[in-house]
T-cell receptor, first 113, second 115 residues
Framework: AQKVTQAQTEISVVEKEDVTLDCVYETRDTTYYLFWYKQPPSGELVFLIRRNSFDEQNEISGRYSWNFQKSTSSFNFTITASQVVDSAVYFC??????????FGTGTSLTVIP | KAGVTQTPRYLIKTRGQQVTLSCSPISGHRSVSWYQQTPGQGLQFLFEYFSETQRNKGNFPGRFSGRQFSNSRSEMNVSTLELGDSALYLC??????????????FGQGTRLTVV
C-alpha cells in the first residue's frame, strides 16, 4: 500500500527565515513518483516539483530546494528566505505508474512579516 | 494555454438532492482524475478517466459516479447527498495515463456544501 506522512501539521516562521517541510512515504513499488504541491487559499493545487524513484539528484530552484533520500524514504522540501507569499498549505504526494495520487495530510505554513 | 476549468466554483445543496460537477482538462490532456478534500480525511482519490473509460476507482460508495466525454471533459455526479459530502472537489488533468511522465494539473475546485 502507498502512504505519505507529513508529520508537521502547522509551521510558523518569520519572514526571511528558512523552513523545511518533511515528507516520508511508504510504497512497495520500485517505480514511483513523488510530488510537492502548494495550495493557496484559492484552493487550486499548484505543482512545484516531480521526482521519480530512479532520480535521487537533489534540486534547487530559486528559493526552493528538495532533498530526496530513498534510504530513509523521505522527500523533504526547503524554502530559503521565506516570504509572506509562501504562506499556504503544502502537500507531498506519491503515485506509481498510474494517475492515482496518495497525498499527505498537508503542512500549513504561515510566514509572519 | 488555458488551465483546468471546474464549474461551478461554489454549490449549496440540500440533503437527498443530487449534484453534477464539471471539469474541462487542459487542451490535449486525455486523463482526468477527481479528488475529494475534507478537513477530516484530507485529499482522497475518487476516480480516474482516460479515453472515456474509468480506469481506476477509489473507496467511495456507489453514490459517487463519473463519466468522460469524447472531448475529454469529465463530470462527476453525487446522488442522495449527505452532510458528509460537503467538501472541495478537485479535478486533475494529465497528458496521458499509464506512464507517469508528466505532472498533474489541478483546477481550483468546486466547493460543495450540503445543508
Amino acid at each position: 500500500a502507498q502512504k505519505v506522512t507529513q508529520a508537521q501539521t502547522e509551521i510558523s516562521v518569520v519572514e526571511k527565515e528558512d523552513v523545511t517541510l518533511d515528507c516520508v512515504y511508504e510504497t512497495r513499488d520500485t517505480t514511483y513518483y513523488l510530488f510537492w504541491y502548494k495550495q493557496p487559499p484559492s484552493g487550486e493545487l499548484v505543482f512545484l516539483i516531480r521526482r521519480n524513484s530512479f532520480d535521487e539528484q537533489n534540486e534547487i530552484s530559486g528559493r526552493y530546494s528538495w532533498n530526496f533520500q530513498k534510504s530513509t524514504s523521505s522527500f523533504n522540501f526547503t524554502i530559503t528566505a521565506s516570504q509572506v507569499v509562501d504562506s499556504a498549505v503544502y502537500f507531498c504526494a506519491l503515485t506509481n505508474t498510474g494517475n492515482q495520487f496518495y497525498f499527505g495530510t498537508g503542512t500549513s505554513l504561515t510566514v509572519i512579516p | 494555454k488555458a488551465g483546468v476549468t471546474q464549474t461551478p466554483r461554489y454549490l449549496i445543496k440540500t440533503r437527498g438532492q443530487q449534484v453534477t460537477l464539471s471539469c474541462s482538462p487542459i487542451s490535449g490532456h486525455r486523463s482526468v482524475s477527481w479528488y475529494q478534500q475534507t478537513p477530516g480525511q484530507g485529499l482522497q482519490f475518487l476516480f480516474e478517466y482516460f479515453s472515456e473509460t474509468q480506469r481506476n476507482k477509489g473507496n467511495f460508495p456507489g453514490r459517487f459516479s463519473g463519466r468522460q466525454f469524447s472531448n475529454s471533459r469529465s463530470e462527476m455526479n453525487v446522488s442522495t447527498l449527505e452532510l458528509g459530502d460537503s467538501a472541495l472537489y478537485l479535478c486533475a488533468s494529465t497528458l496521458r495515463a499509464g506512464r507517469m511522465n508528466t505532472e498533474a494539473f489541478f483546477g481550483q475546485g468546486t466547493r460543495l456544501t450540503v445543508v
